[in-house]
């Protein structure tokens, strides 16, 4: 079945550092999608892509999605406190949404 | 507009025992998920209506777990009888058009199975 793998697994930043995370499905995907979880709580959406090659942007979040529709980043500028949780990405192949394994950011004051 | 409503929020049950839980999605959203999130792990989809039919129940251990949306609208999910390995958190989550946009998700219930 369809796997999606993040690197790292755990990132520890000082405030004000940058951040990325990676995902890679083993699978061409039809879109993939950006979630956060903060600390106790639940997957909150952040955005989706589409497009091979897509570029977006939030603010200081920068998102990529591959040439191949397989593999996705997300780029923080200039971490702050409030960016702590586990990001997961979420790969959408047939009607399935796979989620990856996540990147959980400390944000070190 | 109101969030995805789960509950309980919290259940301790011992092995064996039978556990369920309830979700009100979104209003309108025809599609509704339920997912188990293991503690460090992402969320996996255990079973997908579009509005009361199953659209997917591949993951979903079929010979303890079962659910069920018979109007359309919320839905159960039941766990008979409870491993200690089905210790999570249950997640509901509901989209407006399946595949189409992103999920809403509620707060989940953390099960404990001692």
């Known amino acids: 079945g369809q796997q999606v793998m993040q690197i790292p697994q755990y990132q520890h930043v000082q405030e004000g550092e940058d951040f990325t995370t990676y995902c890679n499905s083993s699978?061409?995907?039809?879109?993939i999608q950006w979630y956060k979880q903060r600390p106790g709580g639940h997957p909150v959406f952040l955005i989706q892509?589409?497009?091979?090659?897509e570029v977006k942007k939030q603010k200081r979040l920068t998102f990529q999605f591959g040439e191949a529709k397989k593999n996705s980043s997300l780029h923080i500028t200039a971490t702050q406190t409030t960016d702590v949780g586990t990001y997961f990405c979420?790969?959408?192949?047939?009607?399935?949404?796979?989620f990856g394994s996540g990147t959980q950011l400390t944000v070190l004051p | 507009e109101a969030g995805v409503a789960q509950s309980p929020r919290y259940k301790i049950i011992e092995k064996r025992q039978s556990v369920a839980f309830w979700c009100n999605p979104i209003?309108?959203?025809?599609?509704l998920y339920w997912y188990q999130q293991i503690l460090g792990q992402g969320p996996k989809l255990l079973i997908q209506?579009?509005?009361?039919?199953?659209?997917?129940d591949s993951q979903l251990p079929k010979d303890r777990f079962s659910a069920e949306r018979l109007k359309g609208v919320d839905s159960t999910l039941k766990i008979q009888p409870a491993k200690l390995e089905d210790s999570a958190v249950y997640l509901c989550?509901?989209?407006?058009?399946?595949?189409?946009?992103?999920?809403?998700f509620g707060s989940g219930t953390r099960l404990t199975v001692v």
């Open positions: 989550a509901s989209s407006s058009m399946a595949g189409g946009h992103g999920y809403t």
């Open positions: 699978t061409t995907l039809s879109n």
């Open positions: 892509l589409v497009k091979s090659g």
């Open positions: 979420a790969g959408r192949s047939a009607r399935q949404l796979t």
């Open positions: 209003s309108g959203h025809a599609t």
């Open positions: 209506f579009q509005n009361n039919g199953v659209v997917d």
